[in-house]
């Protein structure tokens, strides 16, 4: 589980608190579960859901925001941590609903055990390729699953404009198959409903449709 260790210094207002601002700092240090610093990942600050600021970690895996805060807004820091979807690693700062002025965070994080290196676990296909899928090693993925016990993935699929649906859905339904006959453990991965489309920048770097991998958990729980 991750831990939050949130320290507050608070300034309470109680008259004339709405359309407001004030000046905030936010600081603190990212951590894995074994107490290794994670260096160069992205934090977003977010207001109402957009983002506003990008900060990455130091080398000590410190983070420092200055910004300024305004009532009727929400404000959640969250992580970006590449090939993984950490939905559980949002922390809520400041609610629209709140009346007290909070000037300064400071945040101790810890996570769970995340993949410091990059992987390319897509598996991409030739158009109206269905069957024949190139990138993707089926044993080092059952090896990666043996490793990560508590590894949970979720698999999404982008096509290239010119497919039809039903050749994106021949396709995963073939690749589920193909994990099934190899004894990966189907608990542990989910497939996401929505077929992606490539964009335009996508299509210059590479054309082809892949089924990508995204971690969504590191502790077991496959059902967030």
Not at 115 to 124: G, I, R
Not at 133 to 161: A, D
């Amino acid at each position: 589980m991750n831990v939050i260790k949130l320290i507050l210094i608070t300034f309470l207002t109680f008259n004339c608190v709405y359309a407001q601002s004030w000046e905030v700092k936010i600081t603190g240090n990212l951590k894995s579960s074994d107490n290794v610093m994670l260096s160069e990942i992205p934090i977003l600050l977010c207001t109402n859901n957009d983002t506003v600021f990008i900060v990455k970690t130091d080398e000590n895996g410190g983070f420092e925001f200055k910004t300024t805060f305004t009532y009727g807004n929400d404000y959640t820091l969250k992580l970006n941590i590449e090939n993984q979807n950490p939905k559980d690693y949002n922390f809520h700062l400041f609610s629209k609903e709140d009346t007290a002025r909070m000037s300064e965070y400071q945040l101790d994080l810890k996570l769970p055990i995340l993949f410091h290196d990059k992987f390319d676990n897509s598996v991409y296909y030739e158009l109206n390729e269905i069957n024949n899928f190139q990138n993707f090693e089926m044993e080092w993925f059952k090896g990666l699953l043996t490793r990560y016990p508590e590894m949970c993935l979720e698999f999404v699929q982008t096509i290239n404009p010119n497919e039809k649906r039903k050749i994106a859905l021949k396709r995963i339904r073939y690749f589920q198959e193909e994990l099934v006959k190899a004894n990966c453990d189907m608990k542990r991965i989910s497939f996401r409903n929505e077929i992606l489309i490539l964009s335009d920048q996508m299509m210059i770097e590479d054309y082809r449709s892949r089924i990508q991998g995204i971690i969504t958990s590191m502790d077991g729980d496959c059902k967030k």
